[in-house]
Nanobody, 129 residues
Framework: QVQLVESGGGLVQAGDSLGLACVLSGRTDSPGAMGWFRQAPGKQRDIVAAVSAFGETTFYAESVKARFTISKDDDSHILYLQMNDLKPEDTAVYYC??????????????????????WGQGTQVTVSS
């Protein structure tokens, strides 16, 4: 089992930066691909950014490209999301997600909610205009 705990959310103004962190605990010996999702009120949970198990491939939603950066520290078991030039439309609850490592797709990232077995509790990001 893997447990995920996000931190770093808050209230910021448009144009500000914010960094999120997701700490993995439990079975961290061979984590799989990971991702950040977000969910605004009344909307579905969407992918924001994703990274493969070894970190060599990444994906960004079109709306956050060139503004957000996903990264991970495997030694510390932490997944990060650096968010720059935040916009009001970035307001949402942000969730960290992880999946078990699989040898058949070790170099892939994953984009769907159903691709992930483990989820954090979410952290609120609010961007005022």
């Amino acid at each position: 089992q893997v447990q995920l705990v996000e931190s770093g959310g808050g209230l910021v103004q448009a144009g500000d930066s914010l960094g999120l962190a997701c700490v993995l605990s439990g079975r961290t010996d061979s984590p799989g691909a990971m991702g950040w999702f977000r969910q605004a009120p009344g909307k579905q949970r969407d992918i924001v950014a994703a990274v493969s198990a070894f970190g060599e491939t990444t994906f960004y939603a079109e709306s956050v490209k060139a503004r957000f950066t996903i990264s991970k520290d495997d030694d510390s078991h932490i997944l990060y999301l650096q968010m720059n030039d935040l916009k009001p439309e970035d307001t949402a609850v942000y969730y960290c997600a992880a999946r078990d490592r699989s040898s058949s797709n070790i170099h892939s990232y994953f984009l769907k909610v159903d691709d992930y077995a483990y989820w954090g509790q979410g952290t609120q990001v609010t961007v005022s205009s």
